[in-house]
């Protein structure tokens, strides 16, 4: 493909976003050709926009690690991938010289096509469309911090608290799991998804004391708490609203606050605590999970934009009263 050109978002700098024509990259013997389909919008792409990312980055940068790709083209040393296959990739990636994070230290997906090593890649199975793919990298971290809670079952209770993407996926894989699954998240819009998505039921924190009524909605407390809001008045909650003997998965980000909480509760109740970040070794077993359990991800992905409209998808992106996951179609 070579001299041909293509669009790709671009943040030139902190704060300032653009949609740029850039060549086609060329692949080399051990790489393969991606297009892109459908790329969602992350929290953490904002922070990378304004120049806050949790390690150092250069600029310009192309962001987008939440997509689904089809492959176009492959090097010849490349065995196990073929032209048609849609894939889906992962975002810490081991390379000779560092340790990069896709779409943040290297440049991501918000282009039409980019290039690829086989091994940060994994193929889709039929039944997980392009739509739910571009969900995957999301929900391997919600599907973590469920198993880093040891799983869950139809005899149990879960509890998660923030309804944020991570909040809801990780709800769906709790309730995909079988779980009688509650979300805790003071903005309607997301309670209202947590219900699309098949939670039992939801808390609003501003209108209920949220303690009382995870207590009366569990008889007592839950089997398991997710932490996915990263939130002071959550985190001053979590291991109330767990049951003696139960178990908190801490996925939710505070980095530099300090607050008082109750640690006191983890001996009293003798709860088990887990933290986690990203989704190590998860991915096979949560594509195939998606696959079998058909679990219907579609009402987390509330709004989509052409790459030409990125700049309106992020301020759409950042009110969160109007939009849970914003994703951008660079199928066309």
């Given at each position: 493909?070579?001299?041909?050109?293509?669009?790709?978002?671009?943040?030139?700098?902190?704060?300032?976003?653009?949609?740029?024509?850039?060549?086609?990259?060329?692949?080399?013997?051990?790489?393969?050709?991606v297009?892109?389909?459908?790329?969602?919008?992350?929290?953490?792409?904002?922070?990378?926009?304004?120049?806050?990312?949790?390690?150092?980055?250069?600029?310009?940068?192309?962001?987008?690690?939440?997509?689904?790709?089809?492959?176009?083209?492959?090097?010849?040393?490349?065995?196990?991938?073929?032209?048609?296959?849609?894939v889906?990739?992962?975002?810490?990636?081991?390379?000779?010289?560092?340790?990069?994070?896709?779409?943040?230290?290297?440049?991501?997906?918000?282009?039409?096509?980019?290039?690829?090593?086989?091994?940060?890649?994994?193929?889709?199975?039929?039944?997980?469309?392009?739509?739910?793919?571009?969900?995957?990298?999301?929900?391997?971290?919600?599907?973590?911090?469920?198993?880093?809670?040891?799983?869950?079952?139809?005899?149990?209770?879960a509890?998660?608290?923030?309804?944020?993407?991570i909040?809801?996926?990780?709800?769906?894989?709790?309730?995909?799991?079988?779980?009688?699954?509650?979300?805790?998240?003071?903005?309607?819009?997301?309670?209202?998804?947590?219900?699309?998505?098949?939670a039992?039921?939801?808390?609003?924190?501003?209108?209920?004391?949220?303690?009382?009524?995870?207590?009366?909605?569990?008889?007592?407390?839950?089997?398991?708490?997710?932490?996915?809001a990263?939130?002071?008045?959550?985190?001053?909650?979590?291991?109330?609203?767990?049951?003696?003997?139960?178990?908190?998965?801490?996925?939710?980000?505070?980095?530099?606050?300090?607050?008082?909480?109750?640690?006191?509760?983890?001996?009293?109740?003798?709860?088990?605590?887990?933290g986690?970040?990203g989704?190590p070794?998860?991915?096979?077993?949560?594509?195939?999970?998606?696959?079998?359990?058909?679990?219907?991800?579609?009402?987390?992905?509330?709004?989509?934009?052409?790459?030409?409209?990125?700049?309106?998808?992020?301020?759409?992106?950042?009110?969160?009263?109007?939009?849970v996951?914003?994703?951008?179609?660079?199928?066309?």
């Amino acid at each position: 493909m070579t001299n041909l050109m293509m669009k790709a978002l671009v943040f030139e700098e902190p704060r300032k976003l653009v949609v740029a024509a850039q060549p086609v990259p060329e692949i080399d013997a051990n790489s393969v050709l991606v297009k892109t389909r459908k790329v969602g919008i992350c929290h953490s792409d904002y922070e990378l926009l304004a120049g806050q990312y949790i390690i150092p980055i250069s600029y310009p940068v192309v962001p987008g690690h939440e997509w689904v790709g089809e492959i176009v083209e492959v090097g010849r040393n490349v065995t196990g991938l073929a032209p048609g296959d849609r894939v889906v990739g992962e975002c810490v990636i081991n390379t000779p010289e560092r340790i990069h994070h896709f779409g943040f230290s290297m440049n991501g997906a918000d282009r039409e096509y980019f290039t690829a090593r086989p091994e940060w890649l994994h193929k889709l199975p039929d039944e997980v469309d392009d739509a739910k793919g571009a969900l995957i990298e999301p929900f391997t971290c919600g599907y973590y911090a469920v198993m880093r809670g040891g799983g869950t079952n139809a005899s149990e209770t879960a509890v998660v608290s923030g309804g944020g993407t991570i909040g809801l996926v990780s709800a769906a894989a709790a309730i995909g799991m079988g779980a009688r699954v509650i979300v805790v998240d003071p903005i309607p819009l997301r309670r209202e998804t947590a219900l699309k998505l098949g939670a039992d039921a939801v808390v609003d924190p501003t209108d209920d004391d949220p303690v009382e009524a995870v207590q009366e909605l569990t008889d007592g407390g839950a089997d398991l708490v997710i932490e996915a809001a990263g939130h002071a008045s959550s985190l001053a909650n979590v291991f109330d609203y767990a049951r003696p003997e139960g178990r908190v998965s801490m996925v939710g980000i505070n980095i530099g606050q300090k607050f008082p909480v109750e640690l006191g509760l983890i001996q009293i109740k003798d709860l088990q605590v887990n933290g986690c970040i990203g989704s190590p070794g998860v991915w096979p077993g949560a594509i195939r999970f998606l696959g079998r359990t058909g679990l219907d991800l579609s009402p987390i992905q509330t709004h989509t934009f052409d790459l030409d409209q990125a700049a309106e998808a992020y301020d759409l992106g950042k009110e969160p009263t109007e939009a849970v996951k914003v994703t951008l179609d660079i199928s066309n």
